[in-house]
């Protein structure tokens, strides 16, 4: 049997033609981590359902899908950016195998959107409150005589706090979205669980430390949006200090109310990216 098999190979390559290619394992899971972008490559934190895991001999269910970062995701209708994706996101691949806790694809297609905001909508939110909170800050410079800055008055610092007032509104009902997505993402996943009692045990063992660190990222972001609210209040109060004054200076007391309104936004800001540590950072 062995000669034969041999003697196979032999005439396949005596006659030009390909040996059989390995059979593709298709893979399924759900995004767990923000994708990370190596050269051409986007490398995503997939979470296989159990089914997978099993097909592909995976000895994690947590794997690293690497895909070219360029056409190698798609959604139904659309081709997608690594940051379009959402933790949560059901994903399927095909790939030639599991190894070392990595695997390739050509194409990783998502096939249910996660119910959070993606990453790039995040980002960008955070980076609109950056922006505004740095034209507020150059408009109380402006009151305040800072060489160099640009002249302001009372009615621009206003404006300029109003727009990082409603640009935080926005972030609040992102991270409400998110600290509930999370929950919902960990709950589906625990509910595809085998039933069986054993097998069921076995598969929660090995997702633990996942859900524990999507369960902590969940936390942290309740814990954010907390701290926003207070956040908010005070800049609410900021601009209730520069009310409707129309001299070309306010006091020094509430010159130094906005900065410190502002400094506790951006304080805050710091703690409201939504990172999985334990998947993250590929």
Do not use: C, W
Request: proline share 5%; charged share 20%; aromatic share 2%.
């Amino acid at each position: 049997m062995f000669r034969a098999l041999i003697a196979g190979f032999a005439l396949t390559a005596s006659l030009g033609l390909s040996a059989p290619a390995t059979a593709a394992t298709s893979l399924q899971g759900r995004v767990v981590g923000r994708p990370a972008l190596r050269g051409s490559t986007a490398v995503v934190p997939v979470l296989l359902s159990t089914a997978s895991q099993r097909a592909a001999g995976a000895r994690s269910p947590l794997v690293k899908l690497v895909v070219p970062a360029r056409g190698g995701l798609r959604a139904p209708s659309s081709r997608l950016q690594a940051g379009d994706l959402r933790l949560g996101d059901r994903v399927a691949a095909r790939t030639d195998g599991v190894r070392s806790g990595r695997a390739r694809a050509s194409i990783l297609r998502v096939t249910a959107r996660g119910p959070v905001a993606s990453f790039a909508t995040l980002d960008a939110e955070r980076a609109s409150i950056t922006a505004s909170v740095q034209r507020a800050t150059q408009a109380v410079d402006g009151l305040s005589g800072v060489a160099g800055a640009p002249a302001s008055s009372p009615a621009e610092l206003r404006a300029r706090l109003y727009d990082v007032r409603y640009d935080l509104n926005i972030l609040r009902a992102t991270l409400e979205q998110t600290t509930a997505g999370l929950s919902a993402t960990i709950a589906a996943i625990e509910g595809d669980r085998p039933v069986d009692g054993p097998r069921r045990d076995a598969v929660a063992g090995q997702q633990a430390p996942v859900l524990a660190a999507l369960a902590s990222e969940r936390d942290a972001t309740l814990a954010a949006r907390t701290a926003l609210e207070d956040a908010v209040t005070r800049l609410d109060q900021a601009i209730l200090d520069v009310g409707g004054a129309s001299a070309p200076a306010l006091p020094l007391e509430t010159v130094s109310a906005v900065n410190e309104a502002l400094h506790a936004v951006m304080d805050v800001l710091d703690q409201t990216d939504v990172n999985v540590p334990l998947v993250d950072g590929v």
